[in-house]
């Protein structure tokens, strides 16, 4: 046998080219047939496939609910120029997209607060979330399934709706919302409290600063609405349910710069973590 013939004979076990140009066979061996050769079993004193693999990355363990006294939140610590901007709802597709842009191109740290009810326009952005989220510069709390009045519900559809965005959140996102839950309009009371409380949302997160702007309102009233509100110690609350703020999002993130304001999630802001959920 000549040398050609000797390169050109594949290993044993292996499928020969069968014909077929060299660079065509070299091109089908890429993409499959090398695979077949890499699958025989390995020779005496070799590794096996599965020890050369790194290990598969695990997600860390959803915490338990830790129930405590309930608190409520309006503001935050000002040293530092600390600021929480929070986001709440989504019934807007392009404005959830929106502020999940936002959030990649600017490196603002912001907690989001969804409701499940509007799963279909926050699905499709949890990957591009999600390394957001483990860096800690996304945080998600918990703001009720349905966004109904909590205060108009029984106990048990209050604790229902509680939990059933619980989950919601750590299938999407991978995370516990605990322990902060913000009550829909704002409206709360001692029962309401003590039920999330008991569950683990003992932080009831209201807001000093709001753009105003669950309703549609006009560019000029809710950049007005920023640079009143927009200072040390404020939890702002916007909404992702109106494509008004899109456009000044940049503005904003230049109004928060200047003051010198530091934009914090709320775990940042009072020291707790997704990893235990808890303060």
Known sequence: MT???RRGRPAPGCPAHSGLPR???LGVLGVGLLASCASRPPQPGAPAADALAPPAPTEPPIPPASPGPSRTLFSGPAAGGRIALTVDDGTCADCVRGYVDFVQRSGIHLTFSPNGTYGREWEPHAARLAPLIAAGQVQVMNHTF???K???LPDDRVRSELERNEEWAERVFGVTTRPYYRPPYGVHDPRVDGIAAELGWTRSVLWSGSYSDSTTITPEFLMAQAEKYLKPG???LGHANHPTVLG???RIEN???ERGLQP???DEMFGTSRAGGIA
Do not use: P
Request: hydrophobic share 55%; proline share 0%; glycine share 0%.
């Open 3 to 5: 040398d050609a013939e």
């Open 146 to 148: 349905s966004h109904l």
């Open 248 to 250: 000044l999002l940049d």
């Open 23 to 25: 660079r065509a066979f």
């Open 234 to 236: 404020t939890i702002m």
């Open 264 to 266: 914090m999630t709320l």
């Open 150 to 152: 909590l205060t108009t």
């Open 255 to 257: 109004l928060i710069r």
